[in-house]
């Protein structure tokens, strides 16, 4: 029985470790897809990496009925095998036509299997491990992001096409999936989404937004602002990926921090942010730059697990088909407003600083930590061993 608990653990983290490569992972392809469709025009180029998310918030509201269609296994498995074949298949098209319907199924097949990366921890395990595996999952997640950014970028220079094969490590989960995860229903026939969940999950939807609206900052504007400070792609490179790994180092030790910490954690994502934030807007040179991207490591590795485990403990085993559709839904609108939101806030300050966009983040997670006072003033958590 613990070994299969072992290779279910296994199988839905590896669902995780795929989720956030359905768009970013692209973004060092594109200057290569650019130069081969060079008639088209940029914004249609970035729809590579934006187009997925679009569909994955129109799938995400569609999970609950999948749910009462189809089985747990069978779920996962087409998701997953829909994300092989959109991601992968990829690699044998010229047609830019294609290539976006091809995103866009992209995007479906994550909305498929993003609330079970989540949802599937709530309903075969007890709270009381809820707040470590959460932890793992966005740490998987991170990694995922590093790895496939890093050989989409590497294949890239081989063929503008080759960057698409990342998406074959999908068949590690379909392999896992079909080993492991046991073929059950998670909604009844009748069950539907009620105006009262929306009610219910509402602080944790709202802070999943707030959290990817304020990260997403970071990733559209850090290569731009560190090259109008003279430093060197190799060194903003380094800054970037090292605000991975410290992600990454924070979702590994999330489950003791939960434990040990839990009532100051509602408040580390919005403070950490801020801090951040501030660094990068007002602090000068490579210094500024290497402390605000630690800061926001910290801030995006204990908010996403933070958020998960709260709305997982109280969504109980139903959480796959409540609350975590919505949290998916919220968490790539967030990604997709951030760059709507900040840049036009940002050209209304005074001046033409290129840290403007900072100073709004700041500003938003000041609102962040003001949403947090108000609705997460008393959680449901599981006692402390």
């Not at 679009?54 to 999948?66: A, S, Y």
């Not at 998987?140 to 590093?146: E, T």
């Not at 036009?344 to 840290?355: I, Q, T, Y």
């Not at 403007?356 to 003001?370: C, E, G, R």
């Amino acid at each position: 029985m613990k070994q299969n608990m072992r290779g279910l653990t296994y199988a839905i983290l590896s669902i995780s470790l795929l989720t956030v490569m359905a768009g970013a992972a692209m973004a060092p392809a594109l200057g290569a897809v650019r130069d081969h469709f060079a008639d088209c025009s940029p914004m249609v180029i970035r729809l590579i990496v934006s187009l997925p998310a679009l569909f994955i918030i129109v799938t995400t509201f569609l999970f609950r009925p999948l749910c009462r269609l189809m089985r747990t296994r069978s779920l996962a498995l087409t998701g997953l095998l829909l994300y092989v074949a959109a991601g992968a298949g990829a690699f044998f098209v010229d047609d830019i036509a294609l290539l976006l319907v091809l995103r866009a199924v992209l995007g479906v097949s994550v909305g498929m299997i993003m609330p079970l990366s989540t949802g599937l921890l709530s309903y075969y395990f007890p709270p009381e491990e809820q707040s470590r595996l959460m932890g793992l999952s966005a740490a998987m997640n991170q990694m995922g992001g590093v790895v496939a950014t890093m050989l989409a970028g590497v294949l890239a220079t081989v063929q503008w096409n080759y960057a698409f094969l990342v998406y074959l490590a999908g068949l590690l989960a379909v392999v896992l999936v079909a080993a492991f995860l046991p073929n059950e229903r998670l909604a009844s026939r009748d069950s539907r989404l009620k105006l009262s969940s929306l009610t219910r999950f509402h602080p944790s939807v709202t802070a999943m937004l707030f959290i990817m609206l304020l990260f997403f900052v970071y990733p559209t504007n850090f290569a731009l602002t560190a090259a109008a400070q003279g430093v060197g792609t190799l060194t903003t490179t380094l800054v970037m990926v090292g605000l991975d790994v410290v992600a990454f180092a924070v979702g590994m030790v999330f489950g003791w921090l939960m434990k040990n910490l839990r009532r100051q954690m509602k408040y580390a994502a919005p403070l950490f942010f801020l801090a951040g934030y501030a660094s990068l807007a007002w602090m000068d040179g490579l210094a500024g730059m290497i402390v605000g991207s630690a800061l926001i490591g910290l801030a995006n590795g204990a908010g996403v697990p933070y958020v998960n485990t709260i709305a997982s403990i109280k969504g109980g085993r139903e959480a796959a088909t409540t609350v975590m559709p919505l949290i998916s839904a919220a968490l790539y609108l967030g990604q997709f407003l951030s760059p709507l939101v900040v840049g036009p806030l940002a050209s209304l300050l005074p001046g033409d600083d290129v840290n403007a966009p900072y100073a709004v983040a700041a500003a938003i997670a000041v609102l962040f930590l003001a949403q947090t006072w108000l609705t997460r003033s008393h959680h449901a958590l599981p006692p402390a061993d």
